[in-house]
């Protein structure tokens, strides 16, 4: 008999790390729309909650943890509330991350800190804490966040793109030595997506055509576009995925557009 449920995510324990806003709430809204059990951190309490009772329903509620994911113990904290709550975790979505646009030379030290904490170093522990519990169950799906970066490195963003590379290595190490566990390492790296944080951006014409001419696709994307990957990662269908990179880009990383005379 085929396996009819190849997409299915009904009833997986989803722990989005960085689900109270932009993609990570997103996915978080589209797993849970999916049947998922959904649990999402965030460093900010309000916020979290807010998120939290947003994407829930009487049916399937979303629940939300405190997790400053450049924390070890807020990490040891959250994995260990997950676990004893449902018994399993079988999706991680390593979301949470920050970034800080200025040319390399004028960062501080501070800002650097900040970057690497949350991004490399909380994406690791998060990763390693997760995949403690689903190595001793035997399964298990983790979707680290990577980066357009990582294939084509932007200016002014170096510290974040030094993260991104690092999070394509954590994916592909991790794949090789959970593999033959039963659990699976991959990486989702979104284009140029438009979030709260980033339409500002956007909105400059400049940038707007800049971006369009160099997505083959011709538009921004939005981070509803990530859900169809991220479920794909997740669920069956993938089964024999580990340590590969999706880039859902719109056609970015495909090539360079150049202005030759048609």
């Known amino acids: ?15 989005v790390s960085g689900g109270s806003r932009g993609i990570g709430k997103a996915l978080a809204k589209g797993f849970a729309e999916r049947g998922a059990k959904v649990i999402i951190t965030g460093r900010d309490a309000e916020t979290l909650a807010q998120t939290a009772a947003e994407l829930s329903t ?9 997790c400053d994911a450049a924390k070890v113990e807020d990490i040891q904290r959250c994995v260990a509330e997950v676990t004893n709550q449902f018994g399993q975790i079988d999706v991680l979505l390593n ?23 949350i991004n490399l170093r909380g ?7 997760v995949g403690k519990v689903m190595l001793a169950q035997g399964s298990g799906s983790q979707i680290h966040i990577d980066s357009l970066n990582t294939a084509s490195p932007l200016k002014n963003v170096t510290p974040y793109a030094m993260t991104k590379f690092g999070i394509s290595a954590l994916s592909r190490g991790l794949a090789v030595e959970w593999g033959p566990r039963g659990v699976r390492v991959n990486a989702l790296a979104p284009g140029f997506i438009l979030t709260d944080l980033t339409r500002k951006l956007w909105s400059d014409p400049t940038m707007e055509a800049w ?19 991220a479920i794909f990662l997740a669920a069956d269908a993938s089964a024999f995925m580990t340590g590969q990179v999706v880039r859902v880009d719109g ?6 557009a150049w ?3 048609t």
Do not use: C, Q
């Not at 056609?251 to 360079?256: K, T």
């Open 58 to 66: 009487p049916t399937n509620p979303v629940f939300p943890i405190v």
């Open 259 to 261: 202005p030759i005379p």
């Open 1 to 15: 008999m085929p396996n009819t449920d190849l997409f299915s995510v009904t009833d997986k324990v989803t722990l």
């Open 95 to 117: 979301v949470a991350g920050v970034n800080k646009r200025k040319p390399a030379e004028t960062y501080t030290v501070e800002e650097f800190d900040f970057i690497i904490d």
């Open 251 to 256: 056609g970015f990383s495909a090539g360079m």
């Open 211 to 229: 971006g369009h001419a160099n997505t083959p696709l011709r538009r921004l994307g939005e981070v509803d576009d990530l859900i169809g990957a």
């Open 123 to 129: 994406a690791f522990w998060m990763a390693i804490e």
